[in-house]
């Protein structure tokens, strides 16, 4: 299975906050930037076996320093109408009912296959045995990063370090919690 997800340099969401009754003043730290998205595109297996990922990122020109903590293997990718990728794309409307967006990939050199709507459960099992798990240890990593760097936001230059971080974790075959099915037992 291959599939894509957003590392945003902006939290989607941030923890609960818990403090004593009575305190005025509670909160969490949180990037007050406008964000950007980087994709990652991960391949496993139904036993369970991960190739290195690919990170692609919103720039005209690559920078080393961009893959600085990313997962050993992990390829950066800029796409051309000479180096062309193709891109899985679920079923949602949203994907593929934007004109301006099909253009835009086609003038990038990114080839775009959407699925069929409504089977994404089945031909897209890595949403709920990695997906999700990276995207909360993602978010995790970015807090704690805000934390220990304050005053400071998170740049495309941090997020191959963050997601560094979170890919191993969520590859193993532990759930994140015991509601998520492991890759294998959705194929089966």
Not at 54 to 66: H, S
Not at 164 to 175: D, F
Request: proline share 6%; net charge positive.
């Amino acid at each position: 299975m291959v599939h894509g997800t957003g590392l945003s340099t902006v939290q989607k969401r941030t923890r609960k906050v818990i403090a004593k009754k009575g305190k005025q003043q509670v909160g969490s730290i949180a990037s007050g930037e406008r964000g950007m998205t980087t994709t990652a595109v991960c391949c496993a297996s139904a036993a369970g076996q991960y190739i290195p990922p690919m990170l692609i990122f919103k720039r005209t020109r690559a920078k080393d320093e961009l893959t600085d903590g990313a997962p050993p293997g992990t390829v950066h990718l800029k796409p051309s109408n000479d180096h062309k990728v193709l891109f899985l794309l679920d079923g949602h409307t949203t994907h593929t009912k934007n004109p301006e967006a099909l253009d835009l990939a086609r003038q990038c050199g990114i080839v775009l296959l959407s699925l069929p709507g409504h089977t994404t459960q089945r031909l897209q099992p890595l949403d709920v045995s990695f997906f999700k798990p990276l995207s909360c240890y993602y978010i995790d990593e970015m807090e704690k990063w805000l934390r220990l760097h304050p005053g400071r936001a998170v740049t495309q230059f941090q997020v191959a370090e963050l997601f560094g971080k979170t890919y191993g974790r969520a590859a193993t075959s532990r759930p994140y919690n015991t509601k998520t099915p492991t890759l294998r037992r959705l194929f089966l």
